[in-house]
Structures are given as structure tokens and as C-alpha cells.
């Protein structure tokens, strides 16, 4: 049978598939292992094929599309209104096809088997860290029971365990407790070293990053996370990207009146980190005559609170870090602001 449209709602051993017809009415209503999955599409005719937009999606992207399938990955919140009242998954299934009907429904482009392969360090690296700063506030806050308050960062640590093995008041076992929890710190900070090396020997290799790197608040961190993350061809224009990255305001405009809100924080909440902390540093250090402060954003910061300046410094760096990844054009700097 020709189906116009099956969509998929995945889960770990099950999934359920919810096709329809040229008419739009649903013929197809099933569940099918994992396993079973690869070998029922073969059987197949072409079709359009969609999925909720995810980790392992992309993987049954690139896998149904070697069969001769058009793939859709659609993200969940806007699969999400078309829920009906009972949540289970085959409703699930059927707001996906509803979702993927409407014309201008918006779609997530599948990623490659190198591109996802990429993420991984990224994404290690950000657990190591929270890891991390896990146990330095678990340190503090187990110090701070015995009365030793310590400031936050990760410079503090040092003296903080020299404080807690120094002081004869806190018991024993308590302070063997602190040493290891010391050495916990280390080796975590030991391993996030090493990421931090294979991201520069990363950097040093991609001609992408090496650009990147010469826009100001732009470091070599945030040069190979941007290099590995963005595809510049998904979006129309550096207006979008930035969109993307949340680094615009909300609307919530009626009756011919426009009103504009915070910034949505939509997207990668970590390329947005970045970016904003990149342009932090830059206003830091922003006076007439520095090479990275514009006039622009000179008279920006007479008008505004730093942080509002930030955001629009940020997303002024979106915008031309798009411009530079899509055309491959080198950084030209702007004039220094007299």
C-alpha cells in the first residue's frame, strides 16, 4: 500500500506509526519493535517519513533515507499543540503527521554521522565541568557545616583544603573525607585539561575556527564549538541564526501595537553562553581608542545597562559570525571609535 505520510513516535523498544493516505485519512495504526523497524520500510514505496526532532532521530534519518525515504524531523514544541486530550503513543504519532501537514511547518535538518560525532567532545567537556563544579560546591557547602565559608571558583578550592586539613576541631574521618573529595576535584579538573587540549589541537586544524577566532569576544573555545556546531547553510540569513541562538526579544504584539519582550533563549543554550560571555569581555574593556570597542557600541553603553548591551553585542556577533561561516570572508575589523 502507498502511504503519503507515515510518522514516527520513537521510544527506547517500541514505536508507534501513524500513516495516511492522499486524503489525508489514517490507514496505517501500529507498533513495531526496534528491531523491526529497518526491515518493515524496506518493504515500502518512497514516502515521507516524520519523526520528532531528537538525539536518535537523526540516526533514523539517515538510515530510512538510504532506503529512498524523504525524512522530516520536526521539533517537539511545535508538535506539541497538536496533542489531543489523551497523551499515549499513538496520538503522539498522530499529532506528528498533523504537525508535519500544515505548509508552513518548520523542520530540523538531519544531521551527518560526522557532525554528531563532533558534538560528542563538546557536550563531554560541558558534562565534565557541571561534574565539577558539583563538587566544589558539595566541598563548600560540607565546609561550611564546620563553620569554614569559602568564596566560589575554582582558585579556592586549594586554600580551602589546606584550611580544612589544618584544623584540629574538625574530626578525623571528616577530614579524610575532604581529602578525597579534594582529589575527586583534581582528577575532574585533570580530565577537563585534556579536553581542553584536544578542543585547541581541534582549533589549530579547522580553517573555519581559525576565522572565527579574530572576532573579538570570540576565543578559541567558542571558534571550534561554533566551527563544530553550526551548519551556516540551515539558515536564510544571520538574522535567523541569531533568532535561532534565542539572542532576539519576544513579541507579544496585538491590535497594531508592538510590543517587544526579553529574549527568548531559544535554541543552543550554550553557543548563546558563549557568545554573551565573549561580549562581556569585550565591554570590559570597552573605551575610546581599545581596537575592539565601535563607536556603536560606545554609544550603546551611554544608553543602556551593560547586560542589555551584551545581548545586542552578542547578537551582533551571531549575525557576523553567520556572514563569515557561509561566505568564508575573513574578520574585517571595524574602525577604532576615536
Known sequence: MKFKRIAIDTSKHVFTLHGVDDQERPVLRRELKRAQVESFFAKQQATEVVLEACGGSHHWGRLLSQLGHRIRLIPPQYVKPFVKRAKNDRNDAEAISEASSRPTMRSVVVKTVDQQADGIILKHREMLVGQRTQAINALRGHAAEFGVVA?????????????????????????????????????????????????AALHKANPVSQLLAAIPGVGP?????????VEPGNFASGRHFAAWLGLTPKEHSTGGKQRMGKISKAGNEKLRQLLFVGAMSVIRFAKPGSKSASAWLLQLLQRKPRKLAAIALANKMARIIWSMMSRGEAYRRQPIAA
Request: charged share 15%; no cysteine; hydrophobic share 60%.
Open 221 to 229: 573555545l567558542g571558534a571550534i564549538t561554533l566551527a563544530l556546531t
Open 151 to 199: 568564596a566560589k571558583g575554582l582558585t579556592k578550592v586549594a586554600p580551602l583544603l589546606a584550611v580544612l586539613a589544618a584544623d584540629s576541631a574538625i574530626p578525623a574521618s571528616a577530614r579524610a573525607m575532604f581529602a578525597r573529595m579534594g582529589d575527586h576535584i583534581a582528577a575532574l579538573d585533570h580530565q577537563v585539561a585534556a579536553v581542553d587540549d584536544e578542543l
